[in-house]
């Protein structure tokens, strides 16, 4: 007996245990060719200054983020933010997971543009805790719950450096496209 899967596609049978193969949904994302990856960064992220992604979905996307910093920080998920391009703006490019698939992603990812309002806060503020002083070695939080985002919406990131003093800072967002 072959299994086959809504798409065609034949189901793996393990030889030995005559089980079905079983993978976890990011893991076949993957193997499909629709997980992708994204990174903000600045080296020299003023105190009190702030490290924005603003993500603009162009279908359904299933997002988990990380925000890394040098020291202290929070981090922030709005919808619906007020921008304008800034000058300069950057275009993040998205790594695809999958060496072998040709599939890109349809959002429209930009670094650090002008926000004139943030938008609705869609969830807690969340802190980095990075240490203090000199031995500070800083940290990562990373939001594990996955949101899916509605491509009729456009969301932002946004991490605030409240060490104190100038750090390294970096927004990462892994995120699949069911529909790619």
Not at 31 to 48: D, I, M, P, R
Not at 126 to 140: C, E, I, K, M, Q
Request: aromatic share 8%.
């Amino acid at each position: 007996m072959i299994l086959y899967d809504k798409d065609g596609n034949s189901l793996e049978i393990d030889d030995i245990a005559r089980a079905l193969h079983n993978i976890d949904t990011v893991h076949g994302m993957v193997h499909k060719g629709k997980l992708f990856s994204c990174v903000a960064e600045n080296q020299t992220l003023a105190n009190n200054g702030y490290l924005y992604m603003l993500i603009q979905p162009t279908r359904s996307m299933h997002l988990r983020y990380t925000g890394f910093c040098g020291g202290d920080a929070h981090v922030w998920l709005y919808k619906n933010p007020t921008w304008a391009v800034a000058s300069p703006d950057v275009k993040l490019d998205t790594e695809q997971h999958n060496d072998f698939s040709t599939k890109t992603s349809g959002a429209v990812i930009t670094q650090d543009p002008s926000i004139s309002s943030a938008g609705t806060i869609w969830g807690a503020r969340l802190p980095v805790f990075g240490g203090s002083g000199g031995l500070s070695r800083g940290t990562a939080l990373d939001f594990s719950h996955e949101r899916i985002l509605n491509p009729a919406n456009e969301y932002l990131l946004a991490l605030q450096n409240i060490s104190g003093q100038v750090q390294d800072a970096h927004i990462l967002v892994n995120f699949y496209e069911p529909g790619a």
